[in-house]
């Protein structure tokens, strides 16, 4: 539309037209890894909605996409007493490890199990709160029981969406974290300025967060997969593997790495392939998550004090420091 000032009613219209392209261009860049339109296409459009929400700011809404780059400086972060525990998880280091987890399910649940195996991506855990479709509440894992308030800093990263798919209320939780080529990035241009450089991504993603200016956040190109449903709400999902499915419907991202094994044979086939794959992936991965798939028996197995019976997290050895 030409720079002609816009009716109240023409803005409106047309605001609203701007927030669905823009989000729709954005779910696809950020969270399907798959622009569908050049970046001047989309900056030539973001500058259009900018120009309408300055003459007429009661046109800016939750969801605008202008509102996503932050620009408050908090005074810190208040504490979040979690709805649902954010659980640890048990590590094994060995095949043999695995096979006595495999035996010790087997034998609780009293049937073989089929396991949902999923990367460990190495960034931080966070718990985000939707009421009605709408973002309302981001926290830091903490130590399980209370995290800290991260919600303006988790407001900027892309991927995350401020409306879901569905009016529905859920609690889900994830990994926040940072690409290889952003941590890259980040500390040349850290190194440039004479700043202290981040040791791994982990901490970048940590640091980021942990930012109480929220456009220091915003520029930091963090990332998310989100992987558990704390709060199930209307989802109907009976195993981990469909929820990480009805995860991505709901708008989230989620890691497509997932496999569902029928034996722990095809577990160990699975770790040895992303061992090996590990340096190509574009983020870290510091092992993988085996989850026994079927939500009645992870009940049935329930938790120890620190950890569910029903899940391990397999561990790599450190990467070897490149050279
Ligand atoms: N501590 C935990 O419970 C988990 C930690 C992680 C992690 N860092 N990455 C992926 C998953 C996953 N896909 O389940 C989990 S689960």
Redesign the pocket.
């Known amino acids: 539309m030409s720079e002609k000032l816009l009716t109240l009613e023409e803005a409106t219209e047309r605001s609203k037209e701007l927030r669905q392209q823009l989000n729709q261009y954005a779910f696809e860049y950020y969270d399907e890894d798959n622009p569908t339109v050049e970046d001047y296409i989309y900056d030539r459009l973001y500058t259009e909605l900018v120009q309408i929400e300055t003459t007429y700011p009661e046109l800016i809404t939750f969801d605008s996409p202008t509102q996503r780059v932050g620009g408050k400086v908090l005074k810190g972060f208040e504490k979040v007493t979690h709805s649902v525990q954010m659980?640890?998880?048990n590590d094994a280091f060995s095949k043999e490890d695995l096979l006595d987890f495999d035996e010790r399910v087997q034998k609780l649940a009293g049937k073989p199990v089929s396991y949902c195996c999923?990367?460990?991506?190495?960034?931080l855990?966070i718990s985000l709160k939707y009421e009605n479709g709408r973002f309302v509440q981001g926290a830091t894992r903490g130590d399980g029981n209370v995290g800290e308030n991260i919600t303006e800093n988790l407001k900027t990263v892309k991927s995350i969406p401020m409306v879901l798919k569905e009016p529905i209320s859920v609690e889900v939780r994830g990994?926040c974290y940072m690409s290889k080529q952003a941590f890259a990035q980040l500390n040349q241009e850290r190194e440039e300025a004479g700043q202290d450089v981040f040791a791994n991504p982990r901490n970048a993603a940590a640091g980021s967060l942990r930012q109480l200016d929220t456009k220091i956040a915003s520029s930091r190109q963090l990332n998310t997969?989100l992987?558990?449903v704390a709060d199930f709400g209307p989802m109907k999902a009976e195993t981990q593997f469909d929820a990480l499915n009805e995860l991505s419907a709901l708008g989230f991202r989620s890691?497509p790495k997932k496999k569902l094994c029928e034996t722990i044979e095809e577990v160990w086939a699975y770790i040895e392939e992303f061992h090996e794959k590990r340096s190509e992936l574009a983020y870290e991965i510091d092992g993988i998550?085996i989850?026994v798939n079927d939500f009645d028996i992870q009940d049935e197995l329930g938790f120890t004090v620190k950890a569910p019976r029903w899940a391990i997290?397999y561990k790599f050895p450190p990467e070897e420091a490149k050279t």
């Open positions: 659980y640890s998880l999923e990367l460990k991506i190495d960034g855990a990994e997969f992987y558990t890691n998550v989850k997290a």
